[in-house]
């Protein structure tokens, strides 16, 4: 199992990025698929999930209205658009999912919001 994440960088407030996570080893389209986000000494926080299907979507309170998370399940990807960024934004951002109970974690993608 891989989930590959890549998109993120350096973007000033009010910016946008899309993030992709590319995932192999496991029936993608049977899962569902989720974001979450870390801030170094604080703990890995739930950001977004959408799922199998991508009929359903889930965001957390501090993103809603601003982040759009998609799948693609014939490329096998998952997506999460990031509008308005604010510096609480900045955190490496990691892709999961619900396969093996959420064993499997991407290796993140730092994305850092500053002027």
């Known amino acids: 199992v891989q989930l590959v994440e890549s998109g993120g960088g350096l973007v000033q407030p009010g910016g946008s990025l899309r993030l992709s996570c590319a995932a192999s080893g496991f029936t993608f389209s049977r899962y569902v698929m989720s974001w979450y986000r870390q801030v170094p000494g604080k703990e890995r926080e739930w950001v977004a999930a959408i799922s199998s299907s991508g009929g359903n979507t889930n965001y957390a309170d501090s993103v809603k209205g601003r982040f759009t998370i998609s799948r693609d399940n014939v490329k096998n990807t998952v997506y999460l658009q990031m509008n308005s960024l604010k510096p609480e934004d900045t955190a490496v951002y990691y892709c999961?999912?619900?396969?093996?109970?959420?064993?499997?974690w991407g290796q993140g993608t730092q994305v850092t919001v500053s002027s």
């Open positions: 999961t999912s619900n396969y093996a109970g959420g064993a499997y």
